[in-house]
């Protein structure tokens, strides 16, 4: 057994829930384990857990964020009610525990359905009374990233990174903020038997609601134009140019750790390292 799905087996197990057949779902960025027969998702940071000092305090951060929703009615995935959900250390990684929720992949949704969901989630989220950081998976998380990325990749293109993140960082701070979800593309939207749910809020945080707009305007799942016009904001507002650059260097950077950890994601690395370079502005995929 993967010892990451054995110490979540473990610690499962040890409140009581019954695994007889865990089933891991996904294994990317983060490892999820249905605990079959349990009804319980466990998650657990691989890559993500490379890139962040202190894996446990971003588990703890989404944990918070989706319990104040969940009480307030907002759809989400919810943690599991069956034992405590997180996040717990064990064994060299840090797993919180989710309720497992039946949903269709293949749902192809609206975009007017994915800008009116988000807006109705920021309306919520705005009464979020917990701290979070100003934009740190933005702004904060990258200089880890181009830490571990020294002596990987070219140092001109390392070199080219780094001013970037630099420029983005002063271009972007102090701006007013609010909680917000993070990392708010579709596949984030979940289509259940109970409707749509928002999942995985490891990126919560203090930001301009301009930064869950990019992330929706960038996405390849639909329209996303249309999707920020269904939100009731303009795709081409010039707020949107910083928020746009700074995701598409996120998200380079995650990919370009992803690919040394797991070999099979080198080439999706190495073409979003060479969409970045031809065009570093975001504002094409």
């Known amino acids: 057994m993967i010892p ?24 990317s960025f983060n490892l999820r384990i249905h605990l079959r027969p349990a009804p319980v998702v466990a998650r657990v940071p691989t890559v993500t857990a490379l890139g962040r000092a202190r894996p446990a305090d971003a588990l703890r951060r989404e944990l918070d964020v989706v319990s104040y929703l969940h009480r307030q009615g907002v759809p989400v995935v919810p943690p599991s009610d069956l034992l405590p959900a997180g996040p717990h250390p064990r064994d060299g990684v840090v797993v919180s525990f989710w309720e497992h929720v039946e949903h269709d992949p293949g749902h192809r949704m609206s975009p007017e359905t994915a800008g009116r969901a988000l807006a109705e989630l920021h309306d919520a989220l705005r009464g979020f009374p917990g701290e ?13 990233l181009l ?11 390392l070199a080219r990174l780094r001013d970037a993140h630099a420029g983005l960082a002063e271009r972007l701070a102090g701006r007013t903020a609010q909680a917000v979800h993070g990392d708010a593309h579709p596949g984030n939207l979940l289509a259940t038997p109970a409707g749509l749910l928002w999942n995985d809020f490891e990126e919560s945080m203090a930001a301009p609601v301009e930064w869950d707009l990019a992330c929706l305007l960038r996405t390849r799942r639909l329209d996303g134009r249309a999707a920020v016009r269904a939100y009731g904001h303009d795709p081409d507002d010039p707020e949107l140019r910083e928020f746009l650059a700074a995701r598409a260097l996120q998200g380079t950077l995650w ?16 073409a979003t390292l060479e969409a970045w370079l031809r065009d570093p502005s975001g504002a094409t995929r």
Not at 4 to 27: K, M, Q, T, W, Y
């Open 147 to 157: 830490e571990l990325l020294d002596g990987e990749v070219p140092p001109d293109v």
């Open 132 to 144: 979070l950081p100003y934009l740190g998976p933005v702004l904060d998380e990258p200089l880890r």
């Open 4 to 27: 990451a799905v054995a110490a979540a087996v473990s610690l499962a197990e040890e409140h009581g829930i019954r695994v007889l057949d865990p089933v891991v779902l996904n294994d």
């Open 255 to 270: 990919m370009l750790l992803r690919g040394l950890r797991l070999p099979a994601g080198a080439a999706d690395a190495r």
